[in-house]
């Protein structure tokens, strides 16, 4: 499952997010960093994800 919320993150960094955490504050904070610009979001969906599988 890991791999399809990465390739989610990357392609729709919020919805990553949240198949990860569900609604919260890092999927909130992820819509933010999203919309003030792609990358960021990226790097931050990744991270949760990431975060979270340990």
């Known amino acids: ?3 399809i ?3 989610l993150a990357i392609l729709l960094p919020p919805v990553g997010v949240f198949l990860t955490v569900g609604i919260g504050g890092a999927f909130w ?3 933010l960093l999203t919309i003030l610009g792609y ?3 990226i790097i931050h969906a990744v991270w ?3 975060k979270h599988d340990q």
Do not use: D
């Open 48 to 50: 949760v994800i990431a």
């Open 39 to 41: 990358v960021p979001g």
């Open 29 to 31: 904070l992820n819509i």
């Open 1 to 3: 499952m890991s791999i």
């Open 5 to 7: 919320r990465l390739i």
